[in-house]
């Protein structure tokens, strides 16, 4: 990337989104993304996450109106599954969006 005359990194003219950047999160709402609801044992097994990590990540996923999380009863077994909110489905889109300008960004930048 190149540097202006201050000596500073180049501005990329926008700012990550920190709850939807986290690598963790991230991932969380890529497959919620592609589906409309995923249960905690599938997300847990595909992203490879312990039930606690994947559990806090869900619950700031939750808390920041990014997910919606139902818990219910299968005979007698709890299940709990996860599904983006609109909310959740612009800002995850808006992200690989920032992602994809900034590499094209780079690319452009170095054939120039």
């Known amino acids: ?17 920190r709850l939807v950047h986290e690598p963790a999160r991230m991932g969380i709402l890529t497959v919620l993304s592609s589906v409309r609801s995923a249960e905690f044992l599938f997300l ?15 619950s700031k996923l939750e808390n920041g109106g990014l997910v919606e999380i139902e818990k219910t009863f ?12 609109p909310e959740g ?4 889109a808006a ?7 900034l590499k094209h960004r780079s690319e452009a930048a170095s054939e120039g």
């Open 1 to 17: 990337m190149s540097e202006p005359a201050s000596g500073g990194p180049a501005p990329l003219g926008f700012e990550v989104d």
């Open 44 to 58: 847990q097994s595909t992203l490879g996450l312990s039930k606690g990590n994947l559990s806090s990540h869900l």
């Open 74 to 85: 299968v005979g007698k077994r709890p299940n709990t599954s996860a599904s983006l909110t």
């Open 89 to 92: 489905k612009a800002r995850t």
């Open 95 to 101: 992200h690989w969006d920032q992602l994809d300008r």
